[in-house]
């Protein structure tokens, strides 16, 4: 069983992180898309509510599952004996924080490999940060978002 698993904050889950979790679970026997638990970093979206929305978004892929994750990463990997941990290569400015990253999980636990995937180049602008900001300045998202999340920014910023 190959299992992969993909963390983030997903604040909210954009097409972005959708093409890679596509790709993902073409590779993959089954993708753990893994939303961490922060106390200390408050998102737009709650907890909660980026899992239910995440959830409903990947519904209709069988081998993917929707989970939350605190502590150390490859702590968990392990837990959910995962062979690998997927991350999401946009451009050149993501590289050195991920290169960092996969080294330093590398060398906490040499059992479990980082794998970048590279989204379409139409998605290799957008991050959950501007979907945002664009939304709170009542910009259309709908090219940005599938529709469930486009309705959740919207609600949250008509409050
Ligand atoms: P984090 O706060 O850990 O960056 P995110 O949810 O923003 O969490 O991102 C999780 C992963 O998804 C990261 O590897 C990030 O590079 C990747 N990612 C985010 N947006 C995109 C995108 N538009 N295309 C491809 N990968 C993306």
Same mark, same amino acid.
């Given at each position: 069983?190959?299992? *992969?698993?993909?963390? +983030?904050?997903?604040?909210?889950?954009?097409? +972005?992180?959708?093409?890679?979790?596509?790709? =993902?679970?073409?590779?993959?026997?089954? !993708?753990?898309?893994?939303? *961490?638990?922060?106390? /200390?970093?408050? #998102?737009?979206? /709650?907890?909660?509510?980026?899992? %239910? @929305?995440?959830?409903?978004? !990947? %519904?209709?892929?069988?081998?993917?599952?929707?989970?939350? &994750?605190? #502590?150390? @990463?490859?702590?968990? =990997?392990?837990?959910?004996?995962?062979? !690998?941990?997927?991350? +999401? @290569?946009? =451009?050149? /400015?993501?590289?050195?924080?991920?290169?960092?990253?996969?080294?330093?999980? $590398?060398?906490?636990?040499?059992?479990?490999?980082?794998? &970048?995937?590279?989204?379409?180049?139409?998605?290799?602008?957008?991050?959950?940060?501007?979907?945002?900001?664009?939304?709170?300045? #009542? #910009?259309?998202?709908?090219? &940005?978002?599938?529709? /469930?999340? *486009? $309705? =959740?920014?919207?609600?949250?910023?008509?409050?």
């Amino acid at each position: 069983m190959r299992r *992969a698993v993909y963390p +983030g904050s997903f604040d909210p889950v954009t097409n +972005g992180h959708l093409d890679v979790i596509e790709r =993902a679970s073409r590779l993959y026997d089954e !993708v753990i898309v893994a939303v *961490a638990h922060n106390e /200390s970093k408050t #998102g737009l979206f /709650s907890f909660e509510e980026r899992m %239910a @929305l995440l959830q409903e978004v !990947v %519904a209709h892929h069988p081998n993917v599952r929707i989970t939350q &994750f605190s #502590g150390l @990463l490859v702590d968990y =990997a392990r837990q959910v004996q995962a062979q !690998v941990i997927i991350r +999401g @290569l946009r =451009a050149v /400015s993501d590289f050195e924080y991920e290169f960092q990253m996969a080294l330093m999980n $590398r060398k906490l636990e040499g059992g479990v490999e980082t794998m &970048f995937l590279m989204p379409k180049e139409e998605y290799t602008y957008l991050s959950s940060r501007l979907v945002k900001e664009i939304a709170r300045l #009542g #910009g259309n998202i709908d090219v &940005f978002v599938p529709d /469930s999340i *486009a $309705r =959740a920014l919207r609600e949250k910023f008509s409050r």
